[in-house]
Antibody
Framework: QVSLQESGPGLVKPSQPLSVTCSVTGYSITTSYYYWNWIRKFPGNKLEWMGYINYDGSIYYNPSLKSRISITRDTSRNQFFLQLNTVTTEDTAVYYC?????????WGQGVMVTVSS | DIVMTQSPFSLAVSEGEMVTINCKSSQSLLSSGNQKNYLAWYQQKPGQSPKLLIYYASTRQSGVPDRFLGSGSGTDFTLTISDVQAEDLADYYCLQHYTSPNTFGAGTKLEL
């Protein structure tokens, strides 16, 4: 049974970094041809793809976030990570991790992150 | 970026009815290499993550009831739900995965 599970701080202060972890069980994140993505859903329901790290460690970010985002991984723990810097209240969202080969076929349950002082 | 224009924003339905949700992309999602349309449909219920219903515009994901039908090609796509059931009340999103950044439609809320 493959599953993804996000974990994160819940509340982040403006201008601070936001960090979220995706723990993957039942499937290696180094398996060929799979991409491991971060997607967020804002209040008001807009979905935004943020970026991915793929099976060989290559990374691609949404250009709209490129200056603030970092995605890394720990293959020994089968986890990948999102860091978003210099957050504002507009970064308040549910953050999802998702697996992709061609389309997003498996998602985590999501973690709500609120940016507030 | 490819812009996905999804309509309607919301739909009020009764059980047993048929509904259609539309999605239009700002450029073609049809691959000339394999003749597949890189368009997917997702269902999201409150408190849950999005669930894949349809990929390549018309291929139903395993386990998805056959009352969900995806159609269209190029820039115009439709999700049709026939014989709507109470369990189908949810938000629906289209996604283009033809090129990065992948982009979503704004969503359609299906409600009673």
């Amino acid at each position: 049974q493959v599953s993804l599970q996000e974990s994160g701080p819940g509340l982040v202060k403006p201008s601070q970094p936001l960090s979220v972890t995706c723990s993957v069980t039942g499937y290696s994140i180094t398996t060929s041809y799979y991409y491991w993505n971060w997607i967020r859903k804002f209040p008001g329901n807009k979905l935004e793809w943020m970026g991915y790290i793929n099976y060989d460690g290559s990374i691609y970010y949404n250009p709209s976030l490129k200056s603030r985002i970092s995605i890394t991984r720990d293959t020994s723990r089968n986890q990948f990570f999102l860091q978003l810097n210099t957050v504002t209240t507009e970064d308040t969202a549910v953050y999802y991790c998702a697996r992709q080969r061609v389309y997003f076929d498996l998602w985590g349950q999501g973690v709500m992150v609120t940016v507030s002082s | 970026d490819i812009v996905m224009t999804q309509s309607p924003f919301s739909l009020a339905v009764s059980e047993g009815e048929m509904v259609t949700i539309n999605c239009k992309s700002s450029q073609s999602l049809l691959s000339s290499g394999n003749q597949k349309n890189y368009l997917a449909w997702y269902q999201q219920k409150p408190g849950q993550s999005p669930k894949l219903l349809i990929y390549y515009a018309s291929t139903r994901q395993s386990g998805v009831p056959d009352r969900f039908l995806g159609s269209g090609s190029g820039t115009d796509f439709t999700l049709t739900i026939s014989d709507v059931q109470a369990e189908d009340l949810a938000d629906y999103y289209c996604l283009q995965h033809y090129t990065s950044p992948n982009t979503f439609g704004a969503g359609t809320k299906l409600e009673l």
